[in-house]
């Protein structure tokens, strides 16, 4: 378990939301797509501006990211199947700062009655996640991303958004 003293020194600040659960925002929303570059093309021409790593493409919103990835592969990685009923092709992302808290919150939404759909693990990016469905089966993935840090008030900024 990650102590107060871990978290203000990793985040540089201790906020109540650390000491009793999950902060309330978001870090990222994947939207699981049929065609990545058909997808991409579509929000650039809207006028974001997207950055791909490894099939997955990130646009950066104030504070969060938007992210296409495959469908097929966005359930795969949160543990559910994609039946066409209670799928809905969205995971809202969740990152924190430690390891531990990903242990944390999920413990705490498996405790509140969340279904853990992936037990936390190492990810293919040098990361720690997991995943878990809400009562109404909305898929959550709480990661800790050592490329990805959070800002003092738990935003994120993805390393590359200066890019072109």
């Known amino acids: 378990m990650t102590t107060t003293e871990e978290v203000r020194r990793t985040t540089g600040r201790v906020g109540r939301s650390y000491?009793?659960?999950m902060e309330q925002r978001i870090s990222m929303?994947?939207?699981?797509?049929a065609d990545v570059a058909r997808a991409r093309r579509f929000y650039e021409a809207l006028g974001w501006h997207g950055h791909?790593?490894?099939?997955?493409?990130?646009?950066?919103a104030p504070g969060q990211a938007v992210v296409l990835w495959s469908r097929e592969r966005l359930a795969a990685d949160s543990g559910v199947e994609d039946d066409g009923g209670t799928f809905g092709g969205?995971?809202?992302a969740h990152n924190v700062a430690?390891?531990?808290?990903?242990d944390d919150v999920l413990r705490r939404a498996a405790d509140a009655g969340a279904t853990v759909t992936r037990?936390?693990?190492d990810t293919f990016y040098g990361g720690y996640a997991g995943c878990f469905r809400d009562?109404?089966?909305h898929v959550w993935e709480v990661a800790w991303n050592p490329g990805i840090p959070l800002g003092?008030?738990?935003?994120?900024t993805l390393p590359w958004q200066d890019e072109p």
């Not at 929303?29 to 797509?33: D, K």
């Open 19 to 21: 000491r009793q659960g």
């Open 29 to 33: 929303v994947t939207l699981g797509v």
């Open 52 to 60: 791909e790593v490894q099939e997955t493409v990130f646009f950066q």
């Open 90 to 92: 969205v995971v809202l």
């Open 98 to 102: 430690s390891r531990d808290l990903v």
């Open 119 to 121: 037990a936390p693990a």
């Open 135 to 137: 009562p109404d089966a």
């Open 152 to 156: 003092a008030d738990g935003s994120i």
